[in-house]
């Protein structure tokens, strides 16, 4: 019988390393003792001082610790066994979502921020997208595949929450980068299905979006540009300093939004252009234009259900802390 077992976050498992640093304190801690033993230098007073002192129950409460430890960590990672699989079958499209996290988007011409308004348009995006597979991609001087097509919208808003300027180090607004990255995301063999939501402030003007646009649309894929901000733009603020972000001869750079960019790559691939003032609008108006893309019959391979070990692990760990807390580290006198 094969036995499929998994760890759902292997990534914890690296905190294994830190047991040998462990063991390497309590064997530091031995050596200190006995060096402070001899430092006392009456051999017999030691033995008086120390005589129901016992080192092996303090191995063995050590052990238990370490152990404990080694639980919790594996506890953490969780260990999984899959249940029996399930096929699921939906309708939908495949959506890539291009999220600029540049600075700019941290201006707050758009209340509470860009980058913040975007992502809440975003989340409510995907709840209205049930049946729909969704990648996301974050940008600013560079695009990051932050997440493949997946019908798992749980781990997509995740990612969604986390997304910010720290993301990405390169600063700048590199759309036709983004668009390349989100492209990737889609299967190349199909000419249908597809479509990319590009939000941005636009701010940089990229003369290579509007081609590659026009290339993308031959493949298949509708771009549906967002423009967050205004106009007139606003200062950028300065995290670090805490005051608005200056150029080099001290002014306040202002950053507005760059909306006939957004409208051309719309209009080259019969998407459309929205600005950013009412969620609910947008996020209607943007399912009613994916309607518009004709569905695919897509079947997911999906597990049932997991069978969770972690609390087996944090459960042996408790027992163990509990039984070194109680162990005596001291000698048993004999009545």
Do not use: C
């Amino acid at each position: 019988m094969n036995v499929e077992l998994r760890f759902q976050h292997i990534e914890y498992l690296i905190g294994l390393a830190g047991i040998p640093l462990v063991i390497a304190l309590f064997l530091w801690v031995l050596r200190w003792k006995k060096k402070t033993a001899r430092k006392i230098g009456d051999e017999q007073l030691v033995r008086q001082l120390t005589g129901s002192y016992s080192p092996k129950n303090f191995l063995f409460k050590f052990l238990l610790l370490a152990v404990s430890l080694a639980a919790i960590i594996t506890g953490a990672a969780n260990l999984q066994q899959p249940g029996p699989m399930e096929q699921v079958q939906r309708k939908g499209v495949d959506v890539a979502i291009a999220l600029d996290v540049s600075k700019s988007m941290l201006a707050d011409d758009i209340k509470p921020s860009r980058l913040d308004r975007a992502k809440q348009m975003v989340l409510k995006l995907m709840e209205q997208l049930p049946d729909d597979r969704i990648a996301l991609v974050l940008f600013a001087g560079r695009a990051y595949m932050q997440m493949p097509l997946t019908t798992d919208h749980s781990a997509a808003r995740m990612f969604v929450q986390q997304a910010s300027p720290d993301v990405v180090p390169a600063q700048g607004t590199v759309i036709t980068e983004a668009l390349r990255m989100s492209n990737t995301a889609f299967n190349s063999k199909e000419r249908k299905y597809k479509s990319i939501i590009l939000i941005t402030d636009g701010e940089d003007h990229d003369p290579g979006a509007v081609p590659l646009a026009q290339q993308l649309t031959e493949d298949g894929v509708m771009i549906n540009t967002i423009g967050i901000g205004s106009p007139e733009g606003a200062p950028i603020p300065d995290p670090a300093t805490g005051d608005f972000k200056k150029d080099q001869q001290g002014n306040t750079v202002i950053t507005k939004l760059n909306e006939p960019e957004l409208q051309q790559l719309a209009a080259a691939t019969k998407g459309i252009y929205l600005r950013l003032s009412n969620i609910e609008e947008a996020v209607k108006a943007l399912k009613d234009q994916l309607a518009t893309i004709e569905s695919t019959s897509m079947d997911d391979s999906a597990f049932k259900n997991f069978k969770n070990y972690f609390p087996w692990f944090l459960g042996a760990a408790l027992v163990l802390l509990v039984l070194e807390f109680f162990y005596p580290e001291r000698k048993r006198v004999a009545p």
